[in-house]
């Protein structure tokens, strides 16, 4: 679990949003402090940026004073008690004496930037002052540290303590700049002692530019910062396995009898729940719990409760075994094409076992008059048995008799506000259910409707579970309140920002027409694919009460009922893109919010036009307007390659007929140093060579054919070079070597010269060279602690590249033979975790209707395209698809509606199947001219 995502579920009920735009929608406006409500004061400008206001004063014409570019930087952190103080006196201090600075306007940001998982390197984060050189920052750190003397704040993990007060400090840059780092990705920069730009690394640890000497009032404080060690401890920390905002958990041994133990820690004001508690205050109540559960066999012993400095431990017996969540990538029994009948029985058996277990345990708990209010598949331990279960992380729990809301979850077992008490484990017991056959629970974030459709598939595919035994889940799921939808995780529940219905709120008739889109081209109608095994729970729906019929996915179309589904999917779309926004034209992953504001392929409207178009759902002006506008003028520090920047957003433009603004879009890549771009095809030379090839025969630019070979030169170079340390080495076609083999082979296709096909042949052998066989005969790229088969990092998208490999007369054919019918078993799995089209089944779904393997496949991508729809949700009555983490819904083109339309497309329509570009669909072993987007 990605736990970023979880702050862009506070806003919206829907979709991914940032949390500064939490609005009351029908509730209270959230408070801003006094400061941010003051009247800017003359000779200053402010300006709201992300989830900062800023103070900046000007000259008579408006504009900024100048000042540097970069240097030593003054945060100042706080608290929930204090924040309204220190922002009025950091306002009154820097205002009379002209020095910028910003700061954080309201404590529901503030929570925010402190919640557990909140990002390492921006926690504490609330005011940030810049002082113009040395001599002014010394200054201000006597001054204001005075008069913050004695408030108090969460430590800031980049920066250097001031004092012992709320004040750090940190060597960074104060104006916007970019730099491609050494993974070739655009990242913010400083410049070094030869001016050149450089990364400006914001590691949670205090670190000094190599060329910047540290003033020598700092000198003292760094001495304190290192005073503080674990060499008095009596316990030697071996491990670290986990971190978070507020703090880490590590593996060690206790020295005085060389017992295996676990030492939690907890940083105060830090790591913050929905209630305010921050983690040593959580911790103390994971100890008062464990203590009063002392002696169950289902609970970790406590050895030890100390400080360090101001941090501090609970200290835990080590139990043995492994998080549940770690038995279903080897257990599972749908992750192979054709589970036998013995696996799944075998499968059901254990995980009814396991469950009782569990159950047992709770229980335990409750009569020891404890809640445990966090159960999930990562806080049960199973021991070496198998089957053996344990409880970890009792920093939820509480006593019974409070019997209270949860405050921290994981997603997929969040229980409603109307849980309370020992309810609230009930829930997670019934997600559980669910979730031991299909872990997907996530999904009831957004609609717990969505349960009795799940059970239904898991009743379909393990025919050995009992009907009651899904039945009580989905009753006590959905319960009987009116809301349905889950308030979003770790944050302040309450809070939700969208006044829209809950999805599946829609009434059953048909949406009325989509006008926004332009002359879709008629496609042929298709009978729908026959769905894989399955089997209907009719009691489910009936027991599940009016209000979850009312919710059902039934009145959506099948994913296979084509062009039914197109439209659909195309309607919902459409009913959610905000061409009122700047920030992004249509919802999508959390990824769009980076720098680049939504315009690219990935994530961004760029995508989005292209699957419309691409599919035959027709062209969208009011968006393609959108794209135009937000690039004119480039937003500042926007990336520069295929998937993640201007390059695919200039593919996109010159294939919906606007030439101009993409070569305009192109000659300001060439203006940067993009010949430092990694050599992946998701932002780097690889994509970037594909593009430039691309307008240089369409356009016939000599200088764009100068650098696409230019590009290619580069690559070919690298290729020759030493092969990356294997730990280093992405694999895949987004990241990996496949990108770069997709491009020399079209250069190849072009020009005709052998060695890049050859060339092309060694860069694919390096992703194959990650693969490993697993169980079953799929290849699957090896990222150490998981395998992948998917589009995007995985095998799958290998496979696309392979395939047209093999279309030419290629050395060591019947290597490449062997990894493609691997690829092709890592395609058909029963089940697959999400179904986006870089990290799901409709990755699967593009790359089986590509291959065009007869036979065997062609029934496997008809059970791929119906499986597609256990993950089928409703977006204004229309097919929609959830987002990546499936905690909300998506539209883009990498994780969500765009990619799973785009994917469909490529499968059902025959006239003009859809594809990704410069992967067109195969023919005779050889690829297609790819269509003009402004004719598809």
């Known amino acids: 679990?990605?736990?970023?995502?979880?702050?862009?579920?506070?806003?919206?009920?829907?979709?991914?949003?940032?949390?500064?735009?939490?609005?009351?929608?029908?509730?209270?406006?959230?408070?801003?402090?006094?400061?941010?409500?003051?009247?800017?004061?003359?000779?200053?400008?402010?300006?709201?940026?992300?989830?900062?206001?800023?103070?900046?004063?000007?000259?008579?014409?408006?504009?900024?004073?100048?000042?540097?570019?970069?240097?030593?930087?003054?945060?100042?952190?706080?608290?929930?008690?204090?924040?309204?103080?220190?922002?009025?006196?950091?306002?009154?201090?820097?205002?009379?004496?002209?020095?910028?600075?910003?700061?954080?306007?309201?404590?529901?940001?503030?929570?925010?930037?402190?919640?557990?998982?909140?990002?390492?390197?921006?926690?504490?984060?609330?005011?940030?002052?810049?002082?113009?050189?040395?001599?002014?920052?010394?200054?201000?750190?006597?001054?204001?540290?005075?008069?913050?003397?004695?408030?108090?704040?969460?430590?800031?993990?980049?920066?250097?303590?001031?004092?012992?007060?709320?004040?750090?400090?940190?060597?960074?840059?104060?104006?916007?700049?970019?730099?491609?780092?050494?993974?070739?990705?655009?990242?913010?920069?400083?410049?070094?002692?030869?001016?050149?730009?450089?990364?400006?690394?914001?590691?949670?640890?205090?670190?000094?530019?190599?060329?910047?000497?540290?003033?020598?009032?700092?000198?003292?404080?760094?001495?304190?910062?290192?005073?503080?060690?674990?060499?008095?401890?009596?316990?030697?920390?071996?491990?670290?396995?986990?971190?978070?905002?507020?703090?880490?958990?590590?593996?060690?041994?206790?020295?005085?009898?060389?017992?295996?133990?676990?030492?939690?820690?907890?940083?105060?004001?830090?790591?913050?729940?929905?209630?305010?508690?921050?983690a040593i205050t959580r911790l103390e109540r994971e100890k008062r719990a464990l203590e009063q559960v002392a002696g169950l066999d289902v609970v970790p012993g406590v050895r030890d409760w100390f400080t360090l400095g101001d941090h501090r431990f609970l200290v835990m017996d080590f139990l043995e075994g492994r998080p549940l969540n770690s038995f279903f990538a080897e257990r599972h029994p749908l992750l192979t094409p054709e589970p036998a009948p013995d696996a799944v029985a075998s499968y059901t058996a254990w995980a009814l076992r396991v469950h009782r277990r569990v159950e047992e345990a709770v229980e335990a708990v409750h009569t020891r008059g404890i809640v445990f209010n966090d159960l999930h598949v990562f806080n049960i331990m199973v021991a070496p048995d198998g089957e053996s279960v344990s409880l970890l992380d009792f920093e939820a729990a509480a006593p019974v008799e409070e019997n209270g809301r949860q405050v921290v979850a994981h997603p997929g077992f969040f229980a409603p506000p109307d849980r309370r008490g020992t309810s609230v484990d009930r829930y997670a017991l019934a997600c559980l259910r669910?979730?031991?056959?299909?872990?997907?629970?996530?999904?009831?974030?957004?609609?717990?409707?969505?349960?009795?459709?799940?059970?239904?598939v898991i009743a379909g595919q393990f025919p050995d579970v009992p009907e009651a035994f899904l039945a009580e889940a989905v009753a006590e799921i959905t319960g009987d309140a009116g809301d349905t939808t889950a308030p979003a995780p770790d944050g302040e529940g309450d809070a939700r920002g969208s006044t829209a219905p809950a999805p599946g709120d829609e009434g059953a008739d048909a949406p009325p027409p989509v006008s926004r889109l332009r002359d879709p081209v008629p496609s042929l109608r298709r009978e729908p694919l026959l769905p894989g095994p399955r089997a209907a729970v009719s009691s489910l729906r009936r027991e599940s009460g009016p209000a979850l019929r009312r919710k059902s996915v039934s009145s959506l179309p099948e994913p296979g009922d084509w062009p039914v589904s197109r439209d659909s999917m195309a309607g919902a779309i459409l009913a959610s893109a905000t061409p009122e926004r700047d920030d992004r034209l249509f919802p999508g992953d959390i990824a769009q919010f980076s720098d680049g504001g939504g315009l690219g392929?990935?994530?961004?409207?760029?995508?989005?036009?292209?699957?419309?178009?691409?599919?035959?759902?027709?062209?969208?002006?009011?968006?393609?307007?959108?794209?135009?506008?937000?690039?004119?003028?480039?937003?500042?520090?926007?990336?520069?390659?295929?998937?993640?920047?201007?390059?695919?957003?200039?593919y996109v433009l010159d294939g919906l007929g606007h030439r101009r603004r993409a070569l305009d879009l192109i000659d300001g890549i060439l203006r940067e140093r993009w010949q430092n771009l990694s050599s992946d095809l998701r932002g780097g030379l690889a994509g970037l060579g594909l593009v430039l090839g691309h307008l240089a025969c369409t356009t016939e630019e000599p200088e764009?054919?100068?650098?696409?070979?230019?590009?290619?030169?580069?690559?070919?170079?690298?290729?020759?070079?030493?092969?990356?340390?294997?730990?280093?080495?992405?694999?895949?076609?987004?990241?990996?070597?496949?990108?770069?083999?997709?491009?020399?082979?079209?250069?190849?296709?072009?020009?005709?010269?052998?060695?890049?096909?050859?060339?092309?042949?060694?860069?694919?052998?390096?992703?194959?060279?990650?693969?490993?066989?697993?169980?079953?005969?799929?290849?699957?790229?090896?990222?150490?602690?998981?395998?992948?088969?998917?589009?995007?990092?995985?095998?799958?998208?290998?496979?696309?590249?392979?395939?047209?490999?093999?279309?030419?007369?290629?050395?060591?054919?019947?290597?490449?033979?062997?990894?493609?019918?691997?690829?092709?078993?890592?395609?058909?799995?029963?089940?697959?975790?999400?179904?986006?089209?870089?990290?799901?089944?409709?990755?699967?779904?593009?790359?089986?209707?590509?291959?065009?393997?007869?036979?065997?496949?062609?029934?496997?991508?008809?059970?791929?395209?119906?499986?597609?729809?256990?993950?089928?949700?409703?977006?204004?009555?229309?097919?929609?698809?959830?987002g990546h983490q499936m905690m909300r819904l998506s539209m883009d083109l990498g994780t969500g509606t765009a990619g799973c339309l785009l994917a469909l497309g490529a499968a059902l329509d025959g006239a003009v199947p859809a594809h990704l570009p410069f992967l067109p669909p195969l023919s005779g072993g050889a690829p297609h001219a790819a269509p003009h987007l402004a004719e598809s």
């Open 1 to 278: 679990m990605d736990k970023r995502y979880e702050v862009y579920t506070l806003a919206d009920r829907h979709f991914y949003e940032t949390p500064d735009r939490l609005s009351g929608g029908g509730r209270s406006t959230p408070p801003a402090y006094g400061a941010a409500l003051r009247e800017v004061p003359e000779g200053w400008r402010s300006a709201r940026i992300g989830d900062w206001l800023t103070l900046t004063p000007v000259d008579r014409n408006g504009d900024t004073f100048p000042g540097p570019a970069q240097g030593w930087k003054v945060h100042a952190s706080a608290t929930r008690e204090n924040a309204e103080k220190i922002a009025a006196i950091v306002w009154d201090y820097c205002v009379p004496r002209g020095i910028p600075f910003k700061f954080v306007p309201g404590p529901h940001l503030l929570h925010l930037r402190n919640t557990k998982y909140a990002a390492r390197d921006t926690s504490g984060k609330f005011v940030t002052v810049y002082p113009a050189d040395e001599d002014r920052l010394h200054q201000v750190l006597n001054e204001l540290g005075a008069l913050l003397d004695g408030f108090d704040g969460p430590y800031i993990l980049t920066d250097l303590r001031w004092n012992e007060g709320p004040l750090y400090v940190r060597y960074g840059a104060f104006a916007r700049a970019f730099v491609v780092d050494e993974q070739g990705s655009l990242v913010p920069a400083v410049r070094d002692g030869t001016g050149t730009l450089v990364p400006d690394r914001r590691q949670p640890s205090f670190r000094v530019p190599d060329w910047v000497p540290l003033p020598a009032f700092l000198e003292p404080q760094l001495a304190a910062r290192n005073t503080t060690t674990v060499g008095d401890l009596p316990y030697r920390v071996e491990k670290a396995l986990h971190f978070s905002n507020g703090g880490g958990v590590y593996a060690g041994t206790d020295t005085r009898d060389g017992r295996k133990v676990v030492l939690k820690e907890g940083r105060p004001h830090a790591g913050l729940a929905a209630d305010g508690a921050d």
């Open 434 to 456: 669910l979730a031991l056959f299909l872990p997907v629970t996530t999904l009831f974030v957004v609609d717990r409707g969505k349960a009795a459709h799940l059970a239904e």
């Open 601 to 650: 392929l990935a994530h961004g409207a760029a995508g989005v036009l292209y699957a419309l178009s691409a599919s035959g759902a027709g062209r969208y002006e009011e968006g393609e307007r959108w794209l135009l506008d937000h690039t004119d003028p480039v937003p500042t520090g926007t990336p520069l390659g295929l998937y993640d920047g201007l390059a695919g957003v200039a």
């Open 704 to 882: 764009l054919a100068e650098r696409a070979a230019e590009a290619e030169r580069i690559l070919v170079d690298r290729l020759a070079g030493p092969r990356p340390d294997a730990p280093r080495q992405r694999a895949g076609l987004l990241r990996g070597a496949s990108g770069p083999a997709l491009f020399l082979l079209r250069r190849y296709e072009s020009t005709g010269d052998p060695g890049l096909l050859a060339a092309a042949g060694e860069a694919l052998r390096r992703d194959l060279d990650r693969c490993v066989v697993r169980e079953g005969g799929a290849l699957e790229v090896d990222e150490g602690r998981r395998t992948l088969p998917y589009l995007g990092d995985g095998s799958a998208g290998v496979g696309m590249v392979l395939d047209d490999l093999l279309g030419h007369a290629v050395r060591d054919r019947e290597e490449f033979e062997r990894a493609r019918s691997g690829i092709l078993t890592a395609a058909t799995a029963r089940f697959y975790a999400q179904p986006g089209l870089f990290q799901g089944r409709a990755g699967m779904i593009l790359h089986l209707a590509r291959t065009g393997t007869p036979g065997a496949v062609r029934e496997r991508l008809a059970e791929q395209v119906a499986g597609l729809g256990w993950f089928a949700m409703s977006y204004d009555g229309r097919l929609a698809f959830p």
